[in-house]
Every structure is written in structure tokens, then in C-alpha cells.
């Protein structure tokens, strides 16, 4: 065949159409633009393993990064405690509340998912926190070469969350910190001064509705004063006084102190038995849980299926875990915290009971002595209306002798 002038010369490596050396004007090389979109996968793994390296080095670098990143961040724990609401409060007297706090809505358990994440309870938090527990909670946030720390308030808002749970009414609060039993100490803090806030709210109302009950009662209380006196004039002015009626209302408040004074006495037998019950479980270091007027009391009640929770969970974990795994010393600690709670509130009963018994006590000495002292004044009241009659006997018999004796020493004249 007849040789191409544009033909590449002997001796060249590459051919030239043109352009650049090795170029040709459809593409690279001598291969056309519908030779080189056709490529095969063998191509392509001949490519990966060409720059397999590169790979493997961006790939190591990444990794590395990553690993160091995440092992020099600090450890934060995440510790959850949690409230019941109930719908309405227990209540051991069937009395009417001052107050109507019954959940009936989605927004009055909005009200109190607001109050919990309100800033009076974290003002209330933070003042709870002194001493060493105060420097172990502010520690991490503090840096060395900083003039000014956050306050504890910045700190509990920013690594405080309020999770209402769905379809039931259990909050809990989540609280983040570096170090683990710090976390669950503030959790427990914000559960308590929830309970306590709404506690001291319920007690305020009826404080206030004392007082206003008080100062009725004081009003009324002079309006009958004003009115006896009146009443006692009207009846010395025309001569209304009666003795008879002094002694029915001698009799009537001697049958109102004796039946004041037997409910006092049975009271006082009931609070005994109660008080002499706990006693005995003091005396034997025993649990007075077991005692029913204790266990059915509503601070103590949820407390004891919330530690039969507690210790079926940390069984659980017990099976899957040791005992220096974090959700086993986890659980090992909420359940120390109920088990003090509990000792608490069965304490608080126990004083409880015992304040009844002397209240029981000193009113039945009161209802004996008032008793005493109207049958004194009844017996007193008695002797005057005998003395009374015999007097007025002997003052007619005396007229009468009077009389007869005038007119025997009128007679002769």
C-alpha cells in the first residue's frame, strides 16, 4: 500500500494529525471519540487498583481523625428521673380542696410540663447545690485562663430537658453532665422541687383560706358577743332571768362535754394502738412499711412500687452485666435513692403518728377536765337554786309569823 503523508514517522512515539503532539483532533491518542466512551469494567478495576493507595491513605487519615476527635471530647452521662402526674390529688379526709388542681386536659399537663421547666424551679436547684457538690457540678464549665465562669443557672438550663412521655402522664427530666452521679443527683433535685412547689402552692391557698375562715369567724364570733350582751339586758331590764333555764343549759353542755369527752377517749385508744405499732417496729429494727396505716399513706405508697420497679430492673441488668458496668452502678444508685426517700417519708409517718397520739392525749385530758369543772358548776348551780328556795321559804314563813304576831298585839288594843 501507498504510504500516508501524515503518517507518523519512524522513529516518533506518538502520531500527529494537526495539533499537539500525541493529540489527535477527535481525542487522545489515535483513538476516536466513539472509541474512548466505550469503556469496560475491567478498565475501571484496572484504575482502582492504580490509585488503590490513595485510597487506602485518604481512607486511614479520615479514620484516624475521627477516633482521635472522639477520644478527646469528654464523657457526658445522660441521667433521667421521672414525676407522676396524677389527675386528681390523693386525699385521706374527704374534705373540699381549695384549690382545683385535677388534670383534666392536654393543657393542664402543659401547665405543669411549663412549671417544671420554669426558672423558679431552676432558681430553687440551684440553691440546693453547696459545698463540694456545688465545685464537682461546675468543674467541667470551668476553663483556667477564663476572668468569668457561668453561673450554675446558665449551666442546669442549657443541660436540662423536660420529656413528656406520650399518651400518659410521666415526665422525665434529663440531665447531661461529665460526671455521672452529679447527673443524677440534679434530676433528683428538679423531680423534688417540683413536688415541693406544687406542695407549697397547695399550702399557701389553704393557709390563705384559713386565715379568711379565721377572720369570718372572729366577725361572727363578735356579732354573737354583741348580741348576748343585748340579750342579757333585755332579760335583766324585764326581769327574764331564769333559773330553770340556767339549768338546762347546765345539762346541755354537761351531755356536750361527756360526748366530746368519749369520742376524745376513743380516739385517743385508736392513736395509741397505732403509735405503740410503731414502736415495736423501731424496737426490732423491722420495716415499717408492713404496717398498713403506713404503706396506704400517699408518700409513701408510690415510693414502694417504685422500688419493687427498681429492684426487678436491677436483677435484669445484674443477669447481662457486672457490677462496674455504668447501667449497673446506674441503677445501683437510683435504687440507694429511693430506698432513702423511702426512709424519709416512713420516718415523717412515724412522727406523724406520734404527733396524733399526743394530740389525741392532751385533747383527752382537755375534754376530762372541762367535763370536771361543769359538773362542779352544776353541782354549784344546784346548791344556789336549794338555798334560794329554802331562803324564800323561811322568808314566807317568817312574813306569815310576822303578820300573825302583829295582829295578836293588835288585838287587845
Known amino acids: 500500500m501507498d504510504s500516508d503523508p501524515k503518517q507518523t514517522q519512524p522513529g516518533s512515539s506518538y502520531g500527529y494529525s494537526g495539533g499537539y503532539a500525541g493529540y489527535s483532533a477527535a481525542g487522545y491518542g489515535t483513538e476516536d471519540a466513539g472509541t474512548a466512551a466505550h469503556r469496560t469494567i475491567k478498565d475501571y478495576l484496572l484504575i482502582l487498583r492504580e490509585r488503590i493507595w490513595f485510597i487506602v491513605v485518604a481512607f486511614l487519615v479520615v479514620f484516624s481523625s475521627a477516633i482521635l476527635y472522639t477520644l478527646s471530647q469528654t464523657k457526658l452521662f445522660d441521667s433521667v428521673a421521672s414525676v407522676q402526674i396524677f389527675r386528681r390529688d390523693p386525699t385521706i379526709m374527704q374534705v373540699q380542696a381549695v384549690m382545683d388542681n385535677e388534670i383534666r386536659s392536654a393543657e393542664d399537663l402543659n401547665t405543669q410540663v ?17 459545698g463540694d457538690e456545688l465545685r464537682r457540678f461546675m ?52 423531680v423534688d422541687e417540683f413536688i415541693t412547689y406544687n406542695a407549697r402552692i397547695r399550702i399557701d391557698e389553704s393557709m390563705k383560706a384559713v386565715e379568711d375562715l379565721k377572720s369570718r369567724a372572729d366577725d361572727q364570733r363578735k356579732k354573737v358577743d354583741e348580741l348576748s350582751v343585748k340579750l342579757q339586758a ?17 345539762t346541755e353542755k354537761l351531755k356536750a362535754l361527756n360526748l366530746y369527752l368519749t369520742q376524745s377517749t376513743s380516739k385517743l385508744r385508736d392513736a395509741e394502738i397505732r403509735w405503740k405499732q410503731v414502736q415495736e417496729r423501731m424496737a426490732a429494727n423491722g420495716d415499717l412499711t408492713e404496717l398498713p396505716f403506713i404503706s396506704s399513706q400517699s408518700s409513701i405508697g408510690p415510693l414502694l412500687q417504685q422500688l419493687a420497679a427498681q429492684k426487678i430492673a436491677t436483677a435484669q441488668l445484674k443477669d447481662r452485666y457486672r457490677d462496674k458496668h455504668p447501667r449497673m452502678i446506674e441503677a445501683a444508685n437510683a435504687l440507694v435513692q429511693t430506698e432513702r426517700e423511702l426512709k424519709r417519708a416512713t420516718d415523717s409517718a412515724a412522727a406523724s403518728i406520734e404527733s396524733e397520739y399526743q394530740t389525741a392525749l392532751r385533747n383527752e385530758r382537755e375534754a376530762s377536765l372541762a367535763l370536771k369543772q361543769a359538773e362542779s358548776e352544776s353541782s354549784t348551780s344546784i346548791a344556789i337554786r336549794w338555798n334560794i328556795r329554802t331562803w324564800s321559804g323561811t322568808s314566807k314563813s317568817t312574813n306569815r309569823f310576822w303578820k300573825a304576831s302583829w295582829a295578836g298585839r293588835a288585838r287587845p288594843r
Do not use: G
Open 234 to 250: 333585755y332579760r335583766e331590764k324585764n326581769n327574764l332571768v331564769s333559773l330553770d333555764q340556767r339549768k338546762d343549759i347546765v
Open 139 to 190: 468543674a467541667p464549665y470551668e476553663e483556667e485562663n477564663s476572668a468569668e465562669s457561668p453561673l450554675p443557672i446558665k449551666v442546669l438550663s442549657e443541660n436540662r430537658k423536660i420529656i413528656p412521655q406520650r399518651l400518659s402522664l410521666l415526665i422525665q427530666v434529663q440531665y447531661r453532665h461529665p460526671d455521672r452521679l452529679i447527673a443524677a443527683k440534679i434530676a433528683n433535685l428538679f
Open 114 to 130: 411549663k412549671i417544671l421547666e420554669s426558672a423558679a424551679i431552676i432558681q430553687k436547684v440551684s440553691e440546693r447545690l453547696s
